[in-house]
């Protein structure tokens, strides 16, 4: 059940082939294309990572890092693991290798992400899922002007000086500037 991690800062079409159906299987709406991800590979502002088990890739990511040198976060845009293999540990030890990889290359504080705020019975899964993995859910709800739906932010502290000083609107900063460049006009 051990995964193999590889993480590419430039577009590799073959592996993304393989990753492809995977991501579009976890967000068949919302989703950035294909064009926006390449782009943002190419402009040095994101990673792909695959976890592959018997050269299956069952698990993906795109993060970026955001923030000064002393004040780093990574922030996970999207991360999924194929349907059938769900619930068997791979998206917690992918999530890990994610985590130790950012600290290694990058020396991050925490890792942020958001997820959709709602009270249906797939937010509130959704929502555990970090939880058990030791993110904190904040508060603050967050509705962007292009999305309908509204969003939350969750941290993952990797130091014991990390915390969320207001209600996570703070976190916001980050994933916003994330955004902003990821959508950017090349």
Not at 87 to 113: N, P, S
Not at 136 to 142: A, C
């Amino acid at each position: 059940m051990k995964l193999e991690f590889m993480t590419t800062d430039h577009w590799d079409e073959s592996l993304w082939n393989r990753i492809e159906p995977v991501y579009r299987e976890a967000f068949p709406s919302g989703a950035k294309p294909k064009g926006i991800l390449r782009s943002m590979l190419d402009s040095g502002i994101a990673c792909i990572h695959a976890g592959l088990y018997h050269n299956e890739v069952v698990a993906m990511a795109v993060s970026g890092v955001e923030g000064a040198l002393a004040d780093k976060r990574l922030i996970i845009d999207y991360l999924a693991v194929r349907k059938e293999t769900r619930g068997q540990g791979y998206g917690t030890q992918f999530l890990g290798m994610v985590c130790d990889w950012a600290q290694k290359e990058h020396q991050v504080r925490g890792i942020i992400i958001e997820v959709e705020s709602g009270e249906t019975d797939v937010h509130a899964e959704r929502i555990h899922f970090w939880e058990h993995r030791g993110f904190v859910l904040t508060p603050y709800v967050h509705q962007y002007i292009w999305v309908p739906e509204p969003y939350q932010a969750m941290l993952l502290p990797l130091d014991q000086s990390i915390s969320v000083q207001d209600n996570g609107q703070s976190l916001f900063r980050y994933i916003n500037s994330f955004h902003k460049k990821a959508y950017r006009q090349r």
